[in-house]
Structure formats: C-alpha cells, structure tokens
C-alpha cells in the first residue's frame, strides 16, 4: 500500500514560519500531484496547495506570497510556510496521487500535522 509520512507541525507566534514534509512510500511506481489540503475549526477540508509531476503548482488565495510548496523529488515535497496568521491554525494533511506499482491508479493521505499559530 502507499503511505504517506508527514513532519513539521507544531505552535508558532504570528509572523513565524513552520515547514511541513511529506514522503511517499510502499508501492508507489509514480507520483502525479502531491500537495496539502487543511481543516479549519469548523469548516470543511480545503486545498492549501498542490504541485504536479510538470512542477505546475496551485495555491490558495489565502496563503499565496505567503506559502511556497516545492518537490525535492518525485516522491518528496514540502511546504514552506512564512508570515504566518492565527487564521491559518488548522490540521493540515498531506495527499498524494499517481500510479502503483500493479499499475492502479491511488490516491492517499497522510495522517494530519497540527498547526497553531498563536496571536
């Protein structure tokens, strides 16, 4: 099975930074898209941003100049969080996309990293 390891929540003061990372493992053959959706306090899940196999990225209106998400390889990337807001105080997740190696189409997730940014 694919599975995803996350690092680099934690608590920071407004205007820190935080680096999140995520690596995919086990039966992956090829990565598609990698990216961070997060929950806010009451509020659905939502994409943060997402970096595709071309390096094409997305990013959210809310974090855009703010957070920059960049591979280190194919199965790699992190998220670099700068200026942070105590509205950005949510459990981000990891999530992954692409090919096994049974040649299947997946799709997973990562546990959940807790991010809190105080005020």
């Known amino acids: 099975q694919v599975q995803l390891v996350e690092s680099g929540g934690g608590l920071v003061q407004s205007g820190g930074s935080l680096r999140l990372s995520c690596a995919a493992t086990g039966t992956v053959s090829s990565v598609a898209n990698m990216g961070w959706y997060r929950r806010l306090p009451e509020k659905q899940r939502e994409l943060v941003a997402s970096?595709?196999?071309?390096?094409?990225t997305n990013t959210a209106d809310s974090v855009k100049g703010r957070f920059t998400i960049k591979r280190v390889n194919e199965m790699t990337a992190y998220l670099q969080m700068d200026s942070l807001k105590p509205e950005d105080t949510a459990i981000y997740y990891c999530?992954?996309?692409?090919?096994?190696?049974?040649?299947?189409?997946?799709?997973?997730w990562g546990q959940g990293t807790q991010v809190t940014v105080s005020s």
């Open positions: 999530y992954v996309d692409g090919m096994t190696i049974w040649s299947t189409e997946f799709a997973a």
């Open positions: 970096i595709s196999s071309t390096g094409s």
